[in-house]
């Protein structure tokens, strides 16, 4: 016959009441914080999967961010480019470019001078129109978003246009040799080919200039550690691939800004009563411009359809975007959620478990004193 003891019977009670005190502790637990487990231990292989939804999360809601941030500022560059093309757009009546064809005949007369100032208006307005921010950031100054992208330096027929220092209007000049009859023979103006040479190439770099940001493709590396290109998008916006630069084969602007300007100088020139033009040579270099003009309009209109695409593609990209976080917190939601009727239910039958037990110690205490004193 085995006698149950005092010392087994408390022994044995005080282990299944630290039980039932634990499965009430973790039921209230999971009432609290509406989770399915607080710890690994819980349940590993839940644990593991949240531990990978939360880093993909991670990702998507810092590419989520960046994109955001790209929508808007292509979104605010196409209003720029858009007010650009109303400007320039030849088709359009109302458009300050409408009257630049009738400055050529004579049927406009004192007009041309007030036309000229029109037109110096015109590039002015162009300037800061590619001189916006979106934020703190200057969005058409390529990589440099912090300084403005396009400066005027100097005065009257002097002045020129910028972009970030650089002269727009870069012309390689023609070599003068010492000896007019003699190519082989020195060139005096080595030194100002060169500077101009260094300029144009600075200009060419500053075109091409590119900032990768991740909007959703990962930013991926080959085997060199070189960036993918297509893993990622190139957010950078330089404000003279959309105005152009350089200089044509007569050493007239590419730069629609600098072309608008120098018609309306060459306006501006003309007789204020009369409206006569300065000289013949005004004329007909008036007349050569406006026939160029054409050339740079087209390519701010390119521009603005390439930026239609952009935009449209960022802001399709950025749903998807939204969409695929969307479902990664519900996967999140499915492991470490747990279903708060049950959770409830569990934590009433845990502490009715609980309190039982504790009224089972009085019984249990009560006969193992009496069976110990008789």
């Known amino acids: 016959m085995i006698r149950a003891t005092t010392g087994g019977v408390l022994k044995s009670y005080k282990t299944s009441l630290m039980s039932s005190f634990i499965r009430l502790n973790s039921a209230r637990a999971t ?3 509406q989770r399915n487990f607080n710890s690994f ?4 292989a839940a644990a593991s999967q949240s ?5 993909t999360f991670q990702r998507l809601d810092s590419q989520v961010t960046i994109s955001n941030a790209t929508v808007r500022k292509f979104s605010t560059a196409y209003s720029a480019v858009d007010s650009v093309v109303s400007m320039v757009d030849n088709k359009k009546g109302d458009s300050s470019w409408s009257s630049v064809l009738n400055s050529i005949t004579d049927s406009i007369g004192a007009g041309r001078t007030s036309l000229g100032q029109e037109l110096k208006q015109l590039s002015e307005s162009i300037v800061q129109t590619m001189n916006g921010q979106y934020g703190n950031v200057f969005t058409f100054a390529g990589s440099d978003g912090l300084n403005v992208p396009f400066t005027w330096e100097g005065e009257g027929d002097q002045r020129q246009l910028c972009y970030r220092g650089v002269p727009v209007d870069v012309c390689i000049p ?4 010492a000896d007019p009859d003699d190519p082989t023979s020195a060139v005096t103006n080595q030194d100002e080919i060169d500077a101009a040479k260094a300029q144009l190439e600075k200009l060419n770099y500053l075109s091409s200039e590119k900032r990768f940001v991740d909007v959703g493709f990962g930013l991926k590396e080959d085997a060199n550690g070189k960036l993918i290109e297509s893993s990622a998008f190139n957010d950078s916006l330089p404000g003279i691939n959309i105005l152009g630069y350089g200089t044509d084969a007569d050493g007239d602007p590419k730069n629609i800004a600098s072309l608008v300007y120098r018609m309306g100088t060459i306006l501006s020139r003309c007789d204020e009563d009369s ?3 300065q000289s013949k040579e005004d004329q007909e270099e008036f007349q050569r411009l406006a026939e160029k003009f054409t050339d740079p ?3 701010v209109k390119k521009s603005h359809a390439e930026m239609t695409t ?3 593609f960022l802001n399709n990209n950025h749903e998807q975007l939204l969409s695929t976080a969307d479902t990664v917190k519900e996967q999140l939601h499915d ?3 747990c279903e708060m009727g049950e959770a409830i239910t569990s934590f009433i039958y845990a502490q009715y478990c609980y309190n039982a037990a504790l009224k089972m110690g009085n019984s249990i205490l009560s006969d193992s004193l009496m069976d110990y004193l008789n």
């Not at 231990?41 to 590993?44: C, G, L, Y």
């Not at 531990?51 to 880093?55: A, C």
């Open 41 to 44: 231990a819980e349940d590993p």
């Open 297 to 299: 309009a087209a390519q």
């Open 275 to 277: 409206g006569e033009w």
């Open 310 to 312: 952009k935009v449209s």
């Open 335 to 337: 492991i470490e959620r």
């Open 51 to 55: 531990y990978q939804l939360h880093r």
């Open 174 to 177: 023609e070599p003068i040799y």
């Open 31 to 33: 009432v609290l914080t």
